[in-house]
Antibody, heavy 117, light 110 residues
Framework: EVQLVESGGGLVQPGGSLRLSCAAS????????LHWVRQVPGQGLVWVSR????????GYADSVKGRFTISRDNAKNTLYLQMNGLRPEDTAIYYC??????????WGQGTLVTVSS | QSALTQPPSASGSPGQSVTLSCTGS?????????VSWYQQHPGKAPKVMIY???KRPSGVPDRFSGSKSGNTASLTVSGLQAEDEADYYC??????????FGTGTKVTVL
């Protein structure tokens, strides 16, 4: 069974840092592009970042460029999102998702990040 | 990276059809055949319903179909059922290693 399980969310003060993890199982992790997508509860989906199969190609939304870093460890079947310089507007549920533009797309259940003093 | 434009809401009676639109630009929807549609029920993760404009993943009913004309993509749900009531989001590759989602449409089954 394909599974993506996000963790690492929580409450952090503005300017703080957090690292999200997404543990994968049930498929060949190293064969798939991966993305982070966020959603303020009650609002729409927003693409955050993506990474290719070996981690050599990454992309970011303008709103997080220079503050967030996506990475992956194919040996541990885990995707990461290092978030620095967090702002209140980064408050959202963060989803990891496999192959956003493909029929093999699959989503985790998300982890909530709250940025507040 | 402006969000793709979707109507906030749409509705139909059981058995009817509803068509949702998703308008972007030549830099995203119009420039690539990488448009996907996602269904999201309250409190749940999104689920892909259409990818590459008009392809259906296995397990998705053929009541769901997608198309594109110029900078606008469309999702049609035929034979509406109660379980189709959900939020629907389009997404497109935007070039330069970027992706963009639509603003979302809430579908109500009357």
């Amino acid at each position: 069974e394909v599974q993506l399980v996000e963790s690492g969310g929580g409450l952090v003060q503005p300017g703080g840092s957090l690292r999200l993890s997404c543990a994968a199982s049930g498929f060949t992790f190293s064969s798939f592009w991966l993305h982070w997508v966020r959603q303020v509860p009650g609002q729409g989906l927003v693409w955050v970042s993506r990474i290719n199969t070996d981690g050599s190609i990454t992309g970011y939304a303008d709103s997080v460029k220079g503050r967030f870093t996506i990475s992956r460890d194919n040996a541990k079947n885990t995707l990461y999102l290092q978030m620095n310089g967090l702002r209140p507007e980064d408050t959202a549920i963060y989803y990891c998702t496999r192959e956003l533009m493909s029929g093999t797309n699959f989503w985790g259940q998300g982890t909530l990040v709250t940025v507040s003093s | 990276q402006s969000a793709l434009t979707q109507p906030p809401s749409a509705s139909g009676s059981p058995g009817q059809s509803v068509t949702l639109s998703c308008t972007g630009s030549s830099s995203d929807v119009g420039g690539y055949n990488f448009v996907s549609w996602y269904q999201q029920h309250p409190g749940k993760a999104p689920k892909v319903m259409i990818y590459e404009v008009s392809k259906r993943p296995s397990g998705v009913p053929d009541r769901f179909s997608g198309s594109k004309s110029g900078n606008t993509a469309s999702l049609t749900v035929s034979g509406l059922q109660a379980e189709d009531e959900a939020d629907y989001y389009c997404s497109s590759y935007g070039g330069s290693n970027n992706h963009v989602f639509g603003t979302g449409t809430k579908v109500t089954v009357l």
